[in-house]
């Protein structure tokens, strides 16, 4: 089973914040639900879930940068390309597919990123809400 | 990818010699420029952008990479060691070195029977290493029983957890990072800060112990933790240069050099020659170490409250998409068709509440077609848009030319709180 929790369903979410030793408060709405998790350090993640339970979109914003395998899931790899690619310059690594968009930046003590799948966001839901 | 290909590194390499003549020889300025530095003092440490370390039998061939040479000693001795080519670097805090026969005698730091291992992450790298305790000295400063990082200790697992390196790329080596080290000299007086002391539980991406080779989060007070050496410096002559930086780069022709050198002068308002004079003050977040940025580009005004002065920044990394990127190797970085003349305006964290602000002036090239190591007109895109806002990443190419502040948190310079950034006109 993966362990993380984009394009999956909401018991990753649950796993989530047991890995990465989080709190976690929910606000629902009929289109979407964020799942927010405040991690040590003061790092939040908010996880966005469709009315069907399914991850469609992270935001994370804070000190350190969260663990993106856990959240990534089987979408890291693309991630993890994107940042070989960067090297030592302090370009943020960016993936910029029909499927998958992530996006990352920040410097040392406050780091940002979102990371969204396209065809599964509900309708009506635009890519500047995912923050 | 950009400029760490080796095709555009070749190329750079065998355009050195005729841009150092262009620019009548190393270490002068270019000849419409600011004034020559002032003469080296007890706190002024000669800074170099050139080609970065060698490495087998060569340079590197980095690109704005602005260099330093420090001295580290075993605490308490007179057994020191230089470290030519450390990286100087205005957006993190504390001093990291690559592990070397030297570095390894210095005294670890221990939780129990622990040596405790140390994160730093970047935007899309990050370095792992051990933390040491040296006795730090540069130009005439010193500080005493510094924790330092020493990036490869092999006194901890050689692969960091995946909760510090997150898939990034790994800075590790010095041909990795560009350097035999960084310095950082940013706003922060630590690398974390209060984050990471007890009670609150540790966080990921800073320290760690790792017992029978598993690495998790360790708490570490402040005190312990990585210290922006300046904020140690002790009194010399009279003067405790403890409050900042000033760094001062020569100006650039467009076409770029291949070496470039000034100065990193210790303290702000200290000594004669390091003070604020008619400098723009941009007050930074306290937490987030930003200040904000707005542009004024034809069809796409925008406000960048995620936004940064940073010296460990090779370019402009702002959004603008009506410049042309780049693809292939340089991909990530602009490859405008001609120069394109720009400019945006700095304000303080806090704006509107304070209105000061300043519009600089400057201009973005296609990378592909200079030589040389010092720029003052690359960029690229700077990617994300946080909960804040958008970013506006000053790096190097700022910084020539002028008299560029950082004023480190809980100092107050001519009125000004830190921490700060702060900027010459024009």
Redesign the interface.
């Known amino acids: 089973m993966a362990l993380a929790a984009l394009g999956e369903d909401s018991s990753t979410v649950e796993r989530d914040v047991m890995q990465l030793?989080a709190q976690r408060s929910v606000t629902p709405s009929s289109v979407y639900s964020v799942h927010e998790l405040q991690?040590?350090?003061?790092?939040q993640v908010r996880e966005y879930l469709t009315a069907s339970n399914r991850v469609f979109a992270i935001?994370w914003?804070g000190?350190?940068?969260?663990?993106?395998?856990q959240l990534l899931g089987s979408y890291?790899?693309r991630?993890?390309s994107a940042?070989?690619?960067?090297?030592?310059?302090?370009?943020?690594?960016?993936v910029e597919d029909s499927d998958l968009v992530i996006?990352?930046?920040?410097?040392?003590?406050?780091?940002?990123?979102?990371a969204y799948l396209p065809g599964q966001m509900p309708s009506g839901v635009r890519a500047e809400q995912i923050? | 990818m950009s400029v760490d290909s080796r095709a555009f590194r070749l190329a750079l390499l065998t355009s050195a010699a005729a841009a150092l003549t262009a620019c009548g020889g190393g270490g002068s300025t270019s000849a419409s420029s600011s004034p020559p530095p002032p003469p080296p003092t007890a706190n002024v440490a000669a800074m170099i952008v050139d080609g970065g370390p060698v490495v087998n039998g060569m340079p590197i061939g980095t690109i704005n990479q602005a260099y330093v040479t420090i001295t580290v000693c075993i605490p308490g001795t007179s057994t020191c060691q230089n470290i030519d080519h450390v990286w100087v670097d205005t957006g993190s805090a504390g001093l990291r070195l690559i592990t070397s026969a030297f570095t390894s005698q210095l005294p670890a730091s221990m939780q129990g029977t622990d040596t405790v291992a140390n994160c730093v992450q970047f935007v899309s790298s990050y370095s792992w290493g051990a933390v040491r305790t040296a006795d730090v000295k540069i130009s005439g400063e010193s500080a005493a029983s510094v924790p330092i990082q020493v990036i490869g200790d092999s006194t901890v697992p050689a692969t960091a957890p995946t909760s510090c390196s997150n898939g990034t790329s790994a800075l590790n080596t010095a041909a990795q990072l560009g350097a035999n080290g960084l310095l950082g000299v940013g706003v922060f007086l630590q690398d974390c800060g209060p984050g990471c002391q007890a009670p609150n539980a540790a966080p990921p991406g800073f320290y760690y112990t790792c017992p029978a080779g598993t690495c998790s989060p360790v708490n570490m007070a402040p005190s312990a933790q990585l210290q922006n050496v300046v904020g140690l410096f002790g009194p010399v002559n009279g003067a405790s240069d403890n409050n900042g930086v000033l760094i001062q780069l020569p100006s650039l022709p467009a076409s770029g050099m291949a070496t470039a050198s000034g100065s990193l002068i210790f303290g702000i308002g200290t000594r004669s020659n390091n003070a604020l004079g008619t400098a723009v003050v941009f007050a930074v977040g306290p937490t987030t170490g930003f200040i904000q940025t707005t542009t004024t580009f034809p069809g796409s005004d925008m406000s960048e409250p995620a936004s940064y002065i940073d010296s460990g920044s090779n370019g402009f990394f702002f959004n603008d998409s009506n410049i042309t990127q780049c693809t292939g190797t340089s991909a990530g970085f602009f490859c405008p068709s001609s120069t394109m003349s720009l400019s945006a305006t700095m304000l303080p964290y806090n704006t509107p509440l304070n209105t000061t602000s300043h519009t600089y002036s400057f201009s973005i090239a296609d990378v592909q077609t200079l030589s040389g190591n010092a720029f003052n007109n690359i960029g690229g895109p700077a990617g994300a848009c946080s909960s804040a806002g958008c970013t506006f990443d000053w790096g190097l190419p700022f910084f020539y030319g002028r008299s560029v502040f950082t004023a480190v948190e809980g100092t107050t310079i001519t009125g000004n709180a830190g921490p700060f950034f702060a900027a010459s006109t024009p």
């Open positions: 030793r991690l040590p350090g003061g790092t935001a914003s000190p350190s940068i969260p663990d993106l395998q890291f790899p991630y993890r940042a070989e690619a960067m090297g030592r310059s302090r370009r943020p690594a960016a996006r990352t930046g920040g410097h040392a003590r406050a780091f940002f990123g979102v923050r």
